[in-house]
Nanobody
Framework: QVQLVESGGGLVQAGGSLRLSCAASGSGFSMYAMTWHRQAPGKQRELVAVITSGGSTNYAESVKGRFTISRDNAKTTVYLQMSSLKPEDTAVYYC???????????????WGQGTQVAVSS
């Protein structure tokens, strides 16, 4: 069973960058599609980025060209490099793991506890 712990959040000025990490413990990491989500105050949680077990990536339109998801299976860690940050990127960011293509159905096996990202204008 994989467990997930996010880190790397913080306060940054608009236009700045942050890199979030999601460290997985347990077996089977490489078999999961790994995803990043975010939830801003008063808003629904939204899927931000996906990286499949094969390394294919997908992004929300709002972050395309600014965010990059990657994974290191040897370190059992998934990353979210965020650049050109905007105040509207302010949210709690969560990583989640999904078997196969279950992320397309919104079905996740595991969630991390979240890390806060705040972008000041």
């Amino acid at each position: 069973q994989v467990q997930l712990v996010e880190s790397g959040g913080g306060l940054v000025q608009a236009g700045g960058s942050l890199r979030l990490s999601c460290a997985a413990s347990g077996s089977g990491f490489s078999m999961y599609a790994m995803t990043w989500h975010r939830q801003a105050p008063g808003k629904q949680r939204e899927l931000v980025a996906v990286i499949t077990s094969g390394g294919s990536t997908n992004y929300a339109e709002s972050v395309k060209g600014r965010f990059t998801i990657s994974r290191d299976n040897a370190k059992t860690t998934v990353y979210l490099q965020m650049s050109s940050l905007k105040p509207e990127d302010t949210a709690v960011y969560y990583c989640a793991a999904a078997r196969n293509s279950m992320w397309r159905l919104g079905r996740y096996d595991l969630w991390g506890q979240g890390t806060q990202v705040a972008v000041s204008s």
